[in-house]
């Protein structure tokens, strides 16, 4: 699943993510297939867009790609090292590249730290500032995401989910990283501070040339945003696109569905419009249905989708899609 672009700076291969949640009724082993054989790449510059329902599996990917969750197969091929390969010392220098803004503000940040010292944090672990060196360090990064030195002196408590969005960004920046996770980092805020927030890392990713795993569920933040866009169902990518491709001619039957829900600021053509509304609720991943994942919410599925799992292939320039209809 290459990006048109040139340098790919990410490529994630045949990613598995089990959690054991011990045994049923019948004393079986239960396994939570939170990401079962995933795979794309993201190119040097580029912003990869990641949605889908609550559950999908979006977090895990991110989590898992940058180490916090040990993988359960595949790969995470970083500037041409796979990164599972790599001990506790080989792994430090790769994680300074790749950073995490986390999804909520209020449980990211220590609420015992100030914020010269959460930001500062990452400059004492990798020894790249001491002293005044550091305090101007972390005074530019605070300003760098609009806020001003004088809140180096703050705790997390005394600002709002906005501010403290921007903390967490600052923190992630310390290190100068390459490649950033951005897992739902506008969620918990206010709709009129998601702009901003947005705006923002869009201005930082120009001037520093930042490549991002935009992960969220709000599709239409995720158009503005990303270059291309990934569709995820029950731990499986079902379409990958690039971004105005995707919008205008989805061709799995669940991103036409969830483009469906996207309200549309027009309310003739939002009046006209035929919303797809999904039957049923989003399997169990301890118990997925066999073959194609999504038949059982499916109108369109057939005899081939119950019996084999459909694999991600390529329709037409970079138009990836996982359905045996298409």
């Known amino acids: 699943m290459q990006s048109n672009q040139t340098e790919t700076l990410l490529q994630v291969e045949h990613l598995k993510k089990y959690f054991p949640v011990g045994k049923n009724f ?6 939570l297939k939170a990401v079962d054989d995933v795979s794309f790449s993201i190119a040097r510059g580029e912003t990869l867009g ?14 898992t790609i940058i180490r916090l969750y040990n993988a359960t197969g595949g790969k995470v091929i970083f500037r041409g090292k796979n990164i599972f390969d790599l001990n506790k010392k080989e792994i430090k220098p790769i994680r300074r590249k790749m950073q995490m803004i ?9 609420p015992r730290m100030t914020v010269g010292d959460i930001v500062g944090e990452p400059l004492d672990i990798y020894g790249l500032a001491k002293g005044r060196e550091r305090r101007e360090r972390v005074n530019y990064l605070l300003e760098m995401v ?18 403290r969005q921007r903390i967490g960004i600052a923190r992630a920046l310390a290190v100068e990283p390459e ?13 009129s501070i998601q702009a901003q927030v947005i705006n923002m890392m869009e201005e930082l990713q120009e001037e520093m040339g930042l490549t991002y795993l935009f992960i969220a569920h709000d599709l239409s933040m995720v158009k503005h945003i990303s270059d291309r866009i990934a569709v995820m169902y029950l731990g499986r990518l079902v379409e990958l696109a690039e971004g105005n491709e995707l919008y205008n001619r989805p061709l799995h ?16 053509i939002e009046e006209k419009r035929q919303r797809i509304i999904l039957e049923g609720d989003v399997p169990s991943p301890l118990n997925p249905p066999g073959g194609c994942n999504f038949r059982t919410r499916c109108t369109r599925a057939v005899a081939v989708c119950g019996e084999e799992s459909p694999e991600l292939r390529e329709i037409d320039g970079g138009h990836w899609v996982a359905c045996h209809l298409i």
Do not use: W
Request: glycine share 10%.
């Open 26 to 31: 019948f004393g079986k082993r239960q396994v």
């Open 50 to 63: 990641m949605v889908g329902e609550s559950g999908c599996g979006k977090t895990t990917v991110g989590r």
């Open 102 to 110: 986390f999804q909520d503000p209020y449980a990211s940040l220590n």
């Open 146 to 163: 609009g806020l001003n030195k004088e809140h180096a002196s703050r705790f997390p408590h005394e600002f709002s989910g906005g501010q």
């Open 179 to 191: 490649f950033i996770v951005c897992d739902e980092p506008i969620s918990a805020l206010d709709v």
């Open 253 to 268: 039957p669940y991103t036409q569905a969830l483009l469906s829900a996207v309200p549309i600021p027009d309310p003739v």
